[in-house]
């Protein structure tokens, strides 16, 4: 079955731009998770959504960042006025949740992004 | 503050040598991840450890979960350049909604 999409796979925009990244989870997984891996520091756990539940945002590093999904499924990321600091690989990834149970949480290829 | 320390953050080996890289915390885990992540890639689960002191093998590679499951270890023995690539840590807290902790990662390059 297909894994999780993510889109665009490169972005370059100018500082001050707002960009729109796209996340295709798996279907039926209910958890929905974006990450930023940044060059030398790792992944940081960014937003996560579960069902219909409201998402966790403890991970955004600004109120330029937000997210949103819509329907249960498809997932937006949304950076407003860029800087050159959030150049980054911004990673996806979606679980199935049945409780009590260990489920893995399945990565997409991820947006490179670069703020010129 | 990195609430799990990765090290080595680089490693270059010569085909044949072994290796551990270590995942250390003062915080609890409920559970503690490995993943593999090649360039352009998305991380690739290589295993979940639940149980502090468990050991789990996947063919040349040994994992384990500390007893007081607040560090992890991962043992490559007989390094082969098919290894080469980062490896990463990722830490489960309880109550936390799956989201995970990562480690800074580990690049390892294995020299044939």
């Known amino acids: 079955g297909a894994g999780v999409s993510q889109s665009p796979s490169n972005k370059v925009t100018e500082k001050g731009k707002d960009v729109e990244l796209r996340c295709d989870p798996i279907?039926?997984?209910?958890?929905l998770y974006w990450y930023r891996q940044s060059l030398g520091q790792g992944l940081e756990f960014l937003i996560y959504f579960q069902g219909n539940s409201a998402p966790d945002k403890s991970g955004l590093p600004s109120d330029r960042f937000s997210a949103e999904r819509t329907g249960g499924s498809v997932s937006t990321l949304t950076i407003q006025r860029t800087q050159q600091e959030d150049s980054a690989v911004y990673l996806c990834?979606?679980?199935?949740?049945?409780?009590?149970?260990?489920?893995?949480?399945?990565f997409g290829p991820g947006t490179r992004l670069l703020v010129l | 503050t990195q609430l799990l320390e990765q090290s080595p953050q680089f490693l270059s080996i010569q085909e044949g040598e072994n290796l551990t890289v270590y995942c250390n915390s003062s915080?609890?885990?409920?559970?503690l991840q490995w993943y593999r992540q090649e360039p352009g890639e998305g991380p690739v689960l290589l295993v979940t450890?639940?149980?502090?002191?468990e050991v789990k093998k996947l063919k040349r590679l040994t994992f384990q979960f500390g007893d007081a499951r607040k560090d992890s270890s991962l043992h490559i023995t007989a390094a082969q350049p098919g290894d080469t690539g980062l490896y990463l840590c990722a830490g489960d807290r309880h109550n936390q909604g799956g989201k995970l902790i990562f480690g800074q990662g580990t690049e390892l390059s294995v020299k044939p």
């Open positions: 450890v639940v149980t502090g002191g």
């Open positions: 279907s039926g997984h209910t958890a």
């Open positions: 915080s609890v885990f409920s559970s």
């Open positions: 990834a979606s679980r199935h949740t049945s409780g009590g149970t260990q489920e893995t949480q399945y």
